[in-house]
């Protein structure tokens, strides 16, 4: 078992008539140095300031001459005091409902105690109308003949093979094979990352420069073509772009080619999948595996299913505060996902076939669901008094996150937030039960 991180803070906690908790919390002096440091460096991270060559004890006054020490100061404030909360709320074993709300007592300065003030909303509890175990109704599992045939389709087209399509030309969307070599053309440096033997492309990916396309248009195998094109410039150290420079390429044209899709025959099946043996060999394997993945997946889906039924006994009205804040927390997250992905939430709501009221209401009925489940399986968990073991936390984080779980329990030690990790393993514990008890109906 790891050792959880231990950083000891004096808190001073006071519950408030507004149903608040707050508290008061002193950062020890060398705890405050070290997290300075690294808001410094988080800082420059996001205003994309190298300080590669600064040396470490001089990044802090780096950082802070260049964004201005107003910024720097109130960065480095509310940095000390949200990293430092999430170790205030465990250690005083409180369970948030969300982020506390933050503010300084005094300045912060390096190689002093800091004080500040976290006001906690707990956690609210609600009860159950009914805390037996839960009765769900699953369809019967089934596999039929057009999904064993949309399988076989779908196994014939991952099967095609590319063959030299004679006497074709290239014209959009065409696959080809070719050789070719590339050099600047002023000193005839080779370019390696444009030179090969026998390079696979396919007109249109984009993968090769745009004059590729244009120059490879109207070739028929064999064939060969020389061409100059404009070849985009790094940015050199006084950081100009938009620099190029004349390369000059040599293109063999091997093969146009055409994809073949092969006919799921015996002769096919006993050749390429003997342990099929033929067709109707082939056709119960992919009974037998389609069965499998849904009677997994329906294993997967008890989890939930037995929550949403355990949910329909929820009582009690959850603040409207609380549905806010969860919905604008989900719609954050999801916008920097997609963001990764190079998408907004209008084009996902788009290609969900909503406009964004309908997304809106949607997600927020997620939201809904979300945390009737929540409170519902703490409800459960309060009334048959489950306590969280270790094997408990190494439950939840196996299903959280399966072959990685020493990584992100350190993640949850490391940030301070143990008390994340043991609602999760609360609830998972409930939601186990909640399955483990359950009468599950076929339909």
Same mark, same amino acid.
């Given at each position: 078992m790891n050792k959880p991180v231990e950083i000891n803070l004096k808190i001073d906690k006071r519950e408030r008539e507004d149903g608040k908790t707050q508290l008061t919390v002193t950062v020890p002096a060398a705890i405050v140095g070290d997290v300075m440091k690294g808001s410094a460096y988080l800082l420059a991270s996001q205003n994309k300031i190298d300080i590669g060559e600064v040396a470490p004890e001089e990044v802090e006054a780096f950082v802070k001459e260049i964004v201005g020490e107003a910024q720097y100061n109130a960065f480095v404030d509310y940095y000390v005091m949200a990293a430092m909360a999430p170790y205030a709320i465990t250690q005083k074993n409180i369970e948030p409902i969300m982020e506390p709300e933050l503010s300084p007592v005094g300045k912060l300065s390096a190689g002093e105690d800091f004080t500040f003030i976290a006001v906690v909303s707990p956690k609210p509890y609600f009860e159950l109308s009914s805390y037996d175990p839960v009765t769900v109704k699953l369809p019967q599992i089934t596999i039929t003949e057009e999904e064993i045939d949309d399988q076989i389709l779908k196994l014939s087209q991952q099967r095609a093979e590319l063959v030299a399509d004679e006497g074709a030309e290239v014209s959009q969307g065409r696959e080809v094979r070719f050789a070719f070599k590339t050099a600047y *053309? +002023?000193?005839? @440096?080779?370019?390696?990352? $444009?030179?090969? /033997?026998?390079?696979? !492309?396919? $007109?249109?990916?984009? !993968?090769? =420069? *745009? /004059?590729? +396309?244009?120059?490879?248009?109207?070739? *028929?195998?064999? @064939?060969?073509?020389?061409?100059?094109? @404009? $070849?985009?410039?790094? =940015?050199?150290? +006084?950081? $100009?772009s938009g620099k190029t420079r004349t390369a000059t390429t040599t293109v063999d044209l091997i093969q146009v080619e055409r994809r073949v899709v092969p006919s799921i025959t015996d002769a096919w099946v006993e050749k390429n999948l003997p342990d099929a043996k033929n067709v109707e060999g082939l056709r119960k394997m992919l009974h037998s595996e389609g069965m499998r993945f849904k009677q997994k997946e329906q294993e997967d889906m008890k989890m939930f299913a037995v929550a949403s039924t355990l949910a329909q006994r929820f009582t009690g009205n959850i603040p409207d505060e609380i549905y806010e804040h969860m919905q604008s927390e989900m719609l954050f997250n999801l916008k920097e996902q997609l963001k990764s992905n190079g998408m907004t939430i209008e084009q996902l709501a788009q290609n969900m076939g909503m406009d964004m009221q309908q997304f809106n209401m949607t997600s927020m009925m997620q939201v809904r669901e979300t945390l009737r489940q929540g409170f519902s399986l703490d409800a459960l968990a309060r009334h048959h008094k489950f306590t969280v073991t270790e094997e408990d936390i190494a439950e939840a984080l196996k299903r959280m996150s399966p072959g990685y779980e020493q990584r992100a329990r350190a993640e949850f030690e490391g940030s301070g937030r143990m008390y994340m990790l043991r609602e999760a393993a609360m609830r998972t514990k409930a939601n186990l039960w909640l399955v483990e008890t359950a009468t599950f109906e076929i339909e």
């Open positions: *053309k +002023d000193n005839d @440096e080779p370019i390696v990352q $444009l030179t090969d /033997e026998r390079r696979a !492309y396919q $007109l249109g990916q984009g !993968y090769m =420069p *745009k /004059e590729f +396309d244009e120059q490879l248009m109207g070739m *028929k195998s064999g @064939e060969s073509k020389s061409f100059d094109f @404009e $070849l985009p410039m790094p =940015p050199g150290p +006084d950081g $100009l």
